[in-house]
């Protein structure tokens, strides 16, 4: 664990240092460069990684598979149509995020909904989130081609998802919907540990397991959501980090959770590091990178654990 | 009484119940073992009293505690088995609350979990994951156990332990209502037996009355004999 923090920092320290304008460390201190870019941008990517991947996990938790994340579940492509939507008809960001906010938390609520009319297993529940997730997808596709009012290269830049940031906006605006998740997960770790283990069974344990399920996805869904807003759909890092960190920091769950945040925020600072060091002329958005390290890491995890 | 139902219907779907206009109740130290054909609807009573499903009608006072007020008085094993979780068996167990430390002893010595405490629960063989999961249900401080085949992949001894724990605890005044098709086990192990036969309580009596009517025979359409092993064992064949 101590590594992993020590690792964090030195990504961190190496992330506010290095970049395209070459400055010593003195001056560096005292510019622009280093208070509104460089230092916001890395704060925003350590909270954006943390967040994904703790939220990854508590999905994970909570549905007993692996493969859940809120992007699997739909949550993140229900809020980018919901940015899309606003943002072809040229409203403000401000609406934009509202929209995003309203259309993912009503994808969770489509959810929930058939859970409760019908008892279906949690299973079913992500295999309708993979549709809404699909068919959000098919939609945003149709806008892009038929949306006159778009500007296509800026949305193609959203949507895979970027922490090029200026200024404290986007920390601010982060960081409470991260505390209240990671506040939450934190205090309410024995429900959904049980959850991981007795599922929908564990109804005489003193609490509720659809509530908890309910309420910890609504919660992830809001920071998810205020994430994909902000930054867009940055992916990988939930479906990825969470298994990481489970090979790390075996059997205590807490530890997972703790390893979690420290681990996605290390890797989403390192893909930014790597995109703005080693593709900087490109200006590529760091949900490429992400996804680029993350599709091959997941495979080689995955690998590994048949091979054992 | 510990538990009472009253006109209780249950089932997974309301146009088709499984039971219907089932009566009971779970007084004080009693070990009730509800017999019946497979498919018949053992588990789904089971669910419906601990609350995994709601019941279609009829009345369950108990469902209407909180969750909180509902963990002090019942304490479920479902029959099925854990997923694959990576947590160690300790770590399971130290989320079970309410709980004390000389019936968290009783279990662990009862079931012979201690061996494998600092596991994890992904390793573990079926007969030791069920011993696990067990002990789970029973250390966790209720009224009563609503077991759902518990002795289901286990060895003979763990069998004959877990029948003695179930003993032990009836002394403590916990009772348990049992479904299992293991008839060996619940006659030697029940204070009373009900059986269920299309959709209702066909019988609910005592040991001896079981024998003496030959209930069993009746329940499963198998000629059962009753062999005396020793003053309070009793073999079926």
């Given at each position: 664990m101590l590594i992993c923090i020590l690792l964090l920092l030195f990504v961190s320290l190496l992330n506010v240092s290095?970049?395209?304008?070459?400055?010593e460390f003195l001056k560096l201190f005292n510019s622009d460069i280093f208070w509104q870019l460089r230092l916001p941008r890395t704060l925003t990517a350590a909270l954006a990684g943390a967040v994904l991947a703790l939220c990854g996990q508590i999905t994970q938790i909570l549905f007993r598979n692996?493969?859940?994340t809120p992007y699997t579940l739909g949550v993140a492509s229900s809020a980018s149509l919901g940015a899309l939507l606003a943002m072809s008809f040229g409203l403000s960001w401000s609406l934009v995020s509202l929209s995003a906010l309203g259309f993912s938390l009503a994808g969770i609520a489509l959810l929930a909904l058939a859970f409760s009319l019908k008892r279906i297993s949690s299973t079913t529940m992500l295999l309708l989130g993979v549709s809404l997730n699909l068919f959000c997808a098919s939609s945003i596709s149709v806008l892009q081609v038929?949306?006159?009012?778009?500007d296509l290269s800026m949305f193609l830049g959203w949507i895979m998802g970027?922490?090029?940031?200026?200024?404290?906006d986007a920390v601010l605006f982060l960081i409470l919907p991260s505390i209240v998740i990671i506040a939450l997960s934190f205090w309410l770790y024995r429900p959904p540990a049980l959850i991981s283990i007795e599922g929908d069974f564990?109804?005489?344990?003193?609490?509720?397991p659809a509530h908890i399920r309910y309420l910890l996805l609504f919660f992830t869904t809001v920071a998810v959501a205020c994430l994909v807003t902000k930054?867009?759909?940055?992916?990988f890092i939930g479906l990825v980090v969470p298994h990481f960190s489970k090979r790390i920091f075996k059997s205590d769950l807490k530890k997972q959770m703790f390893g979690n945040l420290v681990l996605g925020a290390l890797v989403l600072i390192l893909a930014d590091l790597i995109n703005r060091v080693?593709?900087?002329?490109?200006?590529?958005?760091?949900g490429v990178i992400t996804t680029a390290l993350g599709a091959p890491a997941l495979a080689i995890i995955l690998w590994r654990q048949n091979l054992n | 009484m510990i538990l009472q139902t009253q006109n209780l219907v249950c089932g997974f779907n309301k146009s088709s119940p499984?039971?219907?206009g089932i009566d009971f109740s779970v007084a004080k130290a009693e070990i009730i073992f509800i017999l019946g054909?497979?498919?018949?609807g053992k588990s789904c009573l089971v669910q419906t009293l601990s609350g995994v499903i709601s019941p279609?009608?009829?009345?369950?006072?108990?469902?209407?505690?909180s969750a909180m007020e509902r963990a002090k008085l019942a304490s479920y094993c479902a029959q099925e088995v854990i997923e694959s979780?990576?947590?160690l068996v300790e770590n399971y167990l130290s989320l079970?609350?309410?709980?004390h430390k000389s019936l968290f002893d009783l279990v662990v010595k009862e079931l012979e979990?201690?061996?494998?405490?600092?596991?994890?629960?992904?390793?573990?063989?079926g007969g030791e994951r069920q011993r696990v999961r067990l002990g789970a249900c029973l250390l966790q401080d209720s009224k009563v156990y609503l077991l759902d085949e518990?002795?289901?992949?286990?060895?003979p001894k763990p069998i004959q332990n877990l029948s003695r724990l179930l003993l032990e605890l009836k002394e403590l005044s916990k009772s348990s209502v049992i479904v299992s098709h293991d008839l060996g086990f619940a006659i030697n192990t029940g204070t009373r037996f009900i059986g269920i036969d299309q959709k209702r309580i066909l019988f609910d009596c005592d040991q001896s009355t079981l024998r003496e009517k030959k209930l069993l025979d009746q329940l499963y359409s198998v000629n059962f004999n009753w062999a005396q092993v020793s003053d309070s064992r009793w073999a079926l064949c």
């Open positions: 290095l970049g395209s304008a070459d400055l692996p493969l859940a038929t949306s006159g009012k778009l970027s922490v090029s940031v200026v200024g404290y564990a109804v005489t344990r003193g609490f509720n930054l867009g759909p940055i992916g080693c593709f900087s002329g490109l200006g590529l958005p760091v | 499984v039971l219907e054909p497979n498919g018949i279609i009608a009829g009345e369950a006072p108990h469902l209407e505690l979780s990576d947590l079970i609350t309410p709980t979990i201690k061996p494998f405490l600092s596991k994890s629960l992904i390793k573990l063989s518990p002795t289901n992949s286990l060895d």
